[in-house]
Structure formats: C-alpha cells, structure tokens
T-cell receptor, first 112, second 116 residues
Framework: DAKTTQPNSMESNEEEPVHLPCNHS???????IHWYRQLPSQGPEYVIH???SNVNNRMASLAIAEDRKSSTLILHRATLRDAAVYYC?????????????FGKGTLLTVNP | DVKVTQSSRYLVKRTGEKVFLECVQD?????MFWYRQDPGLGLRLIYF???????EKGDIPEGYSVSREKKERFSLILESASTNQTSMYLC???????????????FGDGTRLSIL
C-alpha cells in the first residue's frame, strides 16, 4: 500500500487558517486521498476526500497537487474544537479497501 | 448526518464473562465494521459485514464473534472476556459494497472496555 507522511505536530491560533500537509509520493492513479481526524476520547471522524481536483465541504478544503504526490487539508478558521489528531490515508478504488489503517497523524494544537 | 451509536461509552466486566457491544447506524449503510484501538498499535480491524447475516474476519478475530441480524445493527461479542481485550472498541459504517468500496467510514464515539 502507498504510504503517507505527515508532520508529527502543528500549532495554530484560534480563528486563523491552518494548512496540514501530507506527502504521498508513491500514490497510484486509482488512490483516493482521505482525511480523518480524532478528537480526544472520541471515535475518528471523516473530514474530506478527493481524487484529483480540489474539494470543499462544510468542514474543510482539500488541495491536491497537480502531480498528486502531496495534498493539504485546509481549515479556514481554526477553533478550539479543531484540536485533534489528523490522519491522511490513501484508499485504492477497486482494491480491497475495507480496512482503514491510520499512521501516527498530525497532532494539531489550537491556542486561544 | 450519519449517526453511528454505540450502546455504552464505558464498560467494566470481569474475566470470563460474555460481553456484548452493540452498534446501530441510521443511514441504511451496507457495510459495518468493528475495530479496536490501542496506544502504539493504532486501529485494528476485528470483523466487518457487507450485508445482513454476512461477516468477514479482519486482522484480529480471535476471541471475538459478531452478529448482524438487521441491516442497521452490528454486534460484537467477546465469548469469554480476558484482560488483553481491555481496549477502546470502535464501530463504523459505510456505503457501497465492501471490500471494493472507497466510501468514507463513519464512526461511533467508541466503547472503552475494561476487563478486570
């Protein structure tokens, strides 16, 4: 399976934008880029996913590089509730995708 | 919004007991999953189901069984609880026909189970 690389931790201030990077240099053409996050003492929460084009939803935006070897999750205005571990994973279309495997992710701290 | 509800947030049981963890989803999803999450080991798949009465083993099925009698409900059973089954248990559901679906998985809040 293609691997992803994320920084161990990042820090932001409340109400400022946050850009969380993810490198996936061995991504294949049929791999979707998915982002999840996990707040303390809660289950993981789906955030967003995309294939080639940038994607927006009510939670975040996903910017995908033209060569697809990296992507960035954008939180437009961080709140204290956004403090969590963020996981970037690749899901292959047509493959056996039933198992989610999280790496260490990025621990986001949001300062008031 | 998808709602996945796990019956208990915290549960304490004794070694040797039979333990039932219940999960219900309200979005008519075909697929349902049970994971456990432990520090340093990440998320590990125990069992999943892609249809009523269907089940497939994940990576760590030993000591567990599952039941899916109705589409919205997926139960995890610890046949004879042991201390090494103390963990956070997470239920998830998704659309589409596993194992080939790339649809997002939606999780419950988890059950923190302690076996004494």
């Amino acid at each position: 399976d293609a691997k992803t690389t994320q920084p161990n931790s990042m820090e932001s201030n409340e109400e400022e934008p946050v850009h969380l990077p993810c490198n996936h240099s061995t991504i294949s053409g049929t791999d979707y880029i998915h982002w999840y996050r996990q707040l303390p003492s809660q289950g993981p929460e789906y955030v967003i996913h995309g294939l080639t084009s940038n994607v927006n939803n009510r939670m975040a935006s996903l910017a995908i590089a033209e060569d697809r070897k990296s992507s960035t999750l954008i939180l437009h205005r961080a709140t204290l509730r956004d403090a969590a571990v963020y996981y970037c994973i690749l899901i292959r279309s047509g493959g056996s995708n039933y198992k989610l495997t999280f790496g260490k992710g990025t621990l986001l701290t949001v300062n008031p | 919004d998808v709602k996945v509800t796990q019956s208990s947030r915290y549960l304490v049981k004794r070694t040797g007991e039979k333990v039932f963890l219940e999960c219900v989803q309200d979005m008519d999803h075909e697929n349902m999953f049970w994971y456990r999450q432990d520090p340093g080991l990440g998320l590990r798949l125990i069992y999943f189901s892609y249809d009523v009465k269907m089940k497939e083993k994940g990576d760590i099925p030993e000591g567990y069984s599952v039941s899916r009698e109705k589409k919205e409900r997926f139960s995890l059973i610890l046949e004879s609880a042991s201390t090494n089954q103390t963990s956070m248990y997470l239920c998830a559901s998704s659309l589409g026909q596993a194992p080939y679906s790339n649809q997002p998985q939606h999780f419950g809040d988890g059950t923190r189970l302690s076996i004494l």
